[in-house]
T-cell receptor, first 116, second 117 residues
């Protein structure tokens, strides 16, 4: 089964520091996503990326956040100056250009970000 | 606007009991997709099922079954003969749109299932 890979699994940082979360989507997929889950809460959409640009973003995704696909395989989420409230689990996902009716949609195993 | 409601915050059952997790959704689209994910204590999101709005057939996979009813905008999930390993948080999610690859999910708040021996 193909999978979405995320690194690191845990990241601890000091408030104000920059962090980069990394994801390797499934190889033939063209849509890429980041979601966030604050502890004990629901999973929330952050941003989607298609054709080398952001296709949609949520209110959470402010100027402190950016995404990039620096090469043909990686997809990154950067937080420029982390705040305490950025502490959360961050999930990456990807989807192909056209989906079948009941095709699976996989998430990566997540990066737990702790801002101290 | 899309919305997913999982009214049950937490359910506790004893092993071998059957349990149904409720999911009610709201959407204006005629084409949409419904999902269930399992989140065990380790934190990852485990895909369980994706169902499109044109396929109202119920689905059974081992001890898992799903009941999709467009008339009541519900997509309920039943675990038969529950086991301790089923203990997790279960999320229902909705994605609008056609068969393009774009799948932005809106999640419910989740139902925590505790199965005791």
């Amino acid at each position: 089964e193909p999978e979405v890979t995320q690194t690191p699994s845990h990241q601890v940082t000091q408030m104000g520091q920059e962090v980069i979360l990394r994801c390797v989507p499934i190889s033939n997929h063209l849509y890429f996503y980041w979601y966030r889950q604050i502890l004990g809460q629901k999973v929330e959409f952050l941003v989607s990326f298609y054709n080398n640009e952001i296709s949609e973003k949520s209110e959470i995704f402010d100027d402190q956040f950016s995404v990039e696909r620096p090469d043909g395989s990686n997809f990154t989420l950067k937080i420029r100056s982390t705040k305490l409230e950025d502490s959360a689990m961050y999930f990456c996902a990807s989807s192909p250009p056209v989906t079948g009716f009941n095709e699976k949609l996989f998430f990566g195993s997540g990066t737990q970000l702790s801002v101290l | 606007a899309q919305k997913v409601t999982q009214a049950q915050t937490e359910i506790s059952v004893v092993e071998k009991e059957d349990v149904t997790l409720d999911c009610v959704y709201e959407t204006r689209d005629t084409t949409y997709y419904l999902f269930w994910y399992k989140q065990p204590p380790s934190g990852e999101l485990v895909f369980l099922i994706r169902r499109n709005s044109f396929d109202e057939q119920n689905e059974i996979s081992g001890r898992y079954s799903w009941n999709f009813q467009k008339s009541t905008s519900s997509f309920n999930f039943t675990i038969t003969a529950s086991q301790v390993v089923d203990s997790a948080v279960y999320f229902c999610a909705l994605s609008e749109g056609g068969n393009t690859g774009f799948q932005k999910l809106v999640f419910g708040t989740g139902t925590r299932l505790l199965v005791s021996p």
